[in-house]
Every structure is written in structure tokens, then in C-alpha cells.
């Protein structure tokens, strides 16, 4: 695998060491945040989180995050225990607690809270629930492009773990990364039941063809927040895009591909399946979305 690549790669920041993480409503130093070992997350991964990202002094896109957050939290029967502002506050008392205003990620995470018993049933969870929010200087470092491989793990059927909900519960995408990694890869890209180009382990995907801009129908992966701001943009401004099935042959013979995600927003692909894809770089097309991406989230936290 190349070294240190992957769609989450970012500068190290010595700032880091002592930021406060809130934990419960408490601002604590980074090595004093704990949680509990009965705590439901920790144990059984029964929890949710939102990703996202500060732009002079705002959080992008904040709304459909706080939206997706309380989503999640009614599919799996979680009170977060404060309304939408309530939310919105300890976010900003975190952020203000570490005078932050650009290049910040942060992650929220919610679980249903300390169990009484280490057992899996939720009503062991009694004392409501646990949140943190971990906000770190983190500016990103874009490779010129990063290697997939396909990978057997699937993103399934909602009967079985709903691939839509954000869940701690992400064991199935470590093992489909870990698959990569051993194929000397960079991240797994992952198909859907049937057999369709789908997602990658941490992001969103997508191809580009003939100047037309294709990802997945959607239907077996996380509709991301960036995912669907990047379709919006190009709907806007005329790129064709479409939301689809297509398999494995139609992306090797892609003329670029691209990763999605809040952190990284768009991460060129440079190999799949050890098939060149573009030239090193983002191609033309991607180059012109990440333009227009940008352009969305400045005005969205002007």
C-alpha cells in the first residue's frame, strides 16, 4: 500500500495535544475525556455520529447534518436527549472553547449511553445517552491520487444493517479496508448485492465518462451530505450526472473517477484494480467540481 494515502490524510497539527473534547456537557483536555466501559458505543457499537467541517468560523452544510443526525437517531429508537439547537450549541462551545475557525473537522457522536449489565438488550442502557464531540485542526492533504481495489465485502440490504444509517457499527467497512490494504491498495471500493460499482469503504464514488458524471443509484450506500451537494452543483451548472447502475467494466474504462466525502470533499483515484485511470491527478472534470464545490461552500458559510 502507499505510504500514509488515503482520503482522510491530513497535516499534522502539534495543536492537537491540547484541545478540549466535550463529553456530557463537560469540556474536558484531551487526555482526560473518557467514557465509561459500559458505555453502549464502546460495547456493542450502538450508536451515531456526524462528521463535519469549519469554514471561517462556520459549519458547512450545517443543517442537512443536524437533519441526518436526528434521522439516525429515530431509525435506531436513540433520544439525543436535546433538540436540534441544544446541539447546535455544544457545538459551538466546543469550537469556542478551542478558538477554532478554519481547517477544523469534527466528529459527533452519539450512543445510547452506560449499560447497567455488559449485555445487548437497550433497555440495560439507563442513564441516558453519552455524547462527544471532537473537534481537531485538521487541514486536509489531497494525494494526486489514491488505488482502489475491489474487495468481496458488500454494502447490503437494509434488512440486514440499513447502509444510510451512520452507525458506530462499521466493522463490515474496517474488514473491506483491511482487504485493500492486503491487495496492496489504498481503499476498497465495494459493490453492491448485485454485483454494481457501489461505494468505497469511507466515501462516496464516483466515474466520470465521456463528460458525463455517473455514481450509484444510491440505493446500498450512504447518500452523503458531499455526495449530494456535488450532483447538485453539476445540475446546476449543466455537467451530466446520473445516479445508476454500472459495473466494474464501465469503470475500468472510466477517463477519471473521484472520491466524495466531508472530510476530503473530492480525492482523485488514480488506480483500480491495477487499471490506470486518467492521468496523475484530478482530470479536467474533477478539477471543475472541486471549483464549483468550493464555490458552494463559501457562500454557504460567508
Known amino acids: 500500500m502507499s505510504d500514509d494515502v488515503n482520503p482522510h490524510q491530513a497535516e499534522e497539527d502539534e495543536r492537537n495535544a491540547d484541545i478540549r473534547i466535550?463529553?456530557?456537557?463537560?469540556?474536558?483536555?484531551?487526555?482526560?475525556?473518557?467514557v465509561s466501559v459500559y458505555d453502549s458505543g464502546f460495547m456493542l457499537g450502538d450508536g451515531i455520529w456526524e462528521g463535519m467541517r469549519l469554514y471561517n468560523g462556520k459549519w458547512a452544510f450545517l443543517d442537512a447534518h443536524i437533519d441526518r443526525l436526528f434521522e439516525a437517531a429515530l431509525a435506531i429508537d436513540l433520544d439525543i436527549g436535546m433538540d436540534r439547537q441544544g446541539v447546535i450549541d455544544a457545538l459551538e462551545t466546543t469550537r469556542r472553547a478551542n478558538n477554532m475557525i478554519n481547517d477544523v473537522h469534527v466528529r459527533l457522536m452519539v450512543t445510547r449511553g452506560v449499560k447497567v449489565k455488559p449485555f445487548q438488550h437497550p433497555s440495560l442502557s439507563r442513564s441516558g445517552p453519552t455524547m462527544v464531540i471532537i473537534c481537531e485542526h485538521s487541514k486536509p492533504v489531497t494525494p494526486n491520487g489514491i488505488r482502489l481495489a475491489t474487495v468481496a465485502h458488500q454494502r447490503g440490504l437494509p434488512m440486514t444493517q440499513?447502509?444510510?444509517l451512520n452507525s458506530h457499527s462499521k466493522l463490515n467497512c474496517i474488514l473491506a479496508c483491511i482487504a485493500a490494504e492486503k491487495a496492496g491498495a489504498d481503499e476498497a471500493l465495494m459493490l453492491d448485492v448485485h454485483g454494481f460499482v457501489n461505494t468505497t469503504n469511507s466515501c462516496n464514488f464516483f466515474i466520470v465518462r465521456k463528460g458525463e458524471l455517473w455514481t450509484s443509484t444510491g440505493d446500498y450506500c450512504m447518500n452523503g451530505i458531499t455526495r449530494q451537494k456535488v450532483i447538485d452543483v453539476c445540475r446546476?451548472?449543466?455537467?451530466?450526472?446520473?445516479?445508476?447502475?454500472?459495473?466494474?467494466?464501465?469503470?475500468?474504462?472510466a477517463d477519471e473517477a473521484f472520491l466524495t466525502g466531508t472530510f476530503?470533499?473530492?480525492?482523485?483515484?488514480?488506480?483500480?484494480?491495477?487499471?490506470?485511470?486518467?492521468?496523475?491527478g484530478p482530470g479536467p472534470v474533477t478539477a471543475r467540481i472541486r471549483e464549483l464545490y468550493a464555490d458552494l461552500v463559501k457562500r454557504n458559510t460567508e
Open 22 to 34: 466535550y463529553v456530557n456537557g463537560k469540556l474536558k483536555d484531551r487526555n482526560d475525556a473518557q
Open 236 to 253: 446546476i451548472e449543466g455537467i451530466p450526472v446520473f445516479e445508476r447502475n454500472f459495473s466494474l467494466v464501465d469503470t475500468y474504462g
Open 264 to 280: 476530503g470533499a473530492q480525492t482523485p483515484v488514480c488506480e483500480i484494480d491495477g487499471r490506470k485511470i486518467g492521468s496523475k
Open 162 to 164: 440499513d447502509p444510510k
